[in-house]
């Protein structure tokens, strides 16, 4: 079960934290990553953390503004997100991959979370 929270409302340029926990007690064996979907667009990948090397891969839309982490030891990821444009505005999902290899496509993704809505505003 994922569950993810943080989203909010927030002026262009800022920064938001959005946090996933997890249940379950092969959360190391996951690897973790962030999708969203914006108004009329379909869901997309943006972010995932290895479960073996704790590796990241981001789409290039947020790479070097986003930053991915993780915590074994809470069951928790996070994503951080700096320098916020308005063309982030989405529904922010959470999603678990057991073993993952790093494919980005939503179908080879395990487990997701409910959403957490970031709006950017301009």
């Known amino acids: 079960q994922l569950q993810a929270s943080g989203g909010g409302l927030v002026q262009a340029g800022g920064s938001l934290r959005l946090s996933c926990a997890t249940s379950g007690r092969t959360f190391s064996s996951y690897s973790m990553g962030w999708f969203r979907r914006s108004p009329g667009k379909e869901r997309e990948f943006v972010a995932q953390m290895f479960w073996r090397s704790n590796g990241t891969d981001y789409a290039d839309s947020v790479k070097g503004r986003f930053t991915m982490s993780r915590n074994n030891a809470n069951n928790a990821v996070y994503l951080q997100m700096n320098s916020l444009k308005p063309e982030d505005t989405a529904v922010y999902y959470c999603?678990?991959?057991?073993?993952?290899?790093?494919?980005?496509?939503?179908?080879?993704?395990?487990?997701w979370g409910q959403g957490t809505l970031v709006t950017v505003s301009s």
């Open positions: 999603a678990a991959d057991f073993n993952g290899v790093g494919y980005r496509e939503m179908m080879s993704w395990d487990y």
